[in-house]
């Protein structure tokens, strides 16, 4: 049972800073892509960031350079620091873990209340 457990959401003033976490458990880590996604009240879902089985990474244009993406394959973690967050990164984030390039796993976490507001 695939399991995706994110945290470090909260409130912060634009410019700040924030780092989110997820943790996996019940795959194997390190032979899945890992991505966070987000979506904004009114918006479809959409992709922040992956980090590929090779260490590889992409990023939506609107984030690149505020953001990276990083994973810890001993502890089945990935990470999404933020920095310099604006108002329009307000959204639930989503952590995702795919068997990419097959996709026939697709796993999702609860997300967490990323909140930029001064």
């Known amino acids: 049972q695939v399991q995706l457990v994110e945290s470090g959401g909260g409130l912060v003033q634009p410019g700040g800073s924030l780092r989110l976490s997820c943790l996996a458990s019940?795959?194997?880590?390190?032979?899945?892509?890992m991505g966070w996604y987000r979506q904004a009240p009114g918006n479809q879902r959409e992709a922040v960031a992956h980090?590929?089985?090779?260490?590889?990474?992409d990023y939506l244009d609107s984030v690149k350079g505020r953001f990276t993406i990083s994973r810890d394959n001993a502890k089945a973690a990935v990470y999404l620091e933020m920095n310099n967050l604006k108002p329009e990164d307000t959204a639930v984030y989503y952590c995702?873990?795919?068997?990419?390039?097959?996709?026939?796993?697709?796993?999702w976490g609860e997300g967490t209340q990323v909140t930029v507001s001064s």
């Open positions: 980090i590929f089985t090779t260490g590889n990474t």
């Open positions: 019940g795959i194997a880590f390190s032979n899945y892509r």
């Open positions: 995702n873990a795919n068997n990419f390039p097959f996709g026939t796993t697709d796993s």
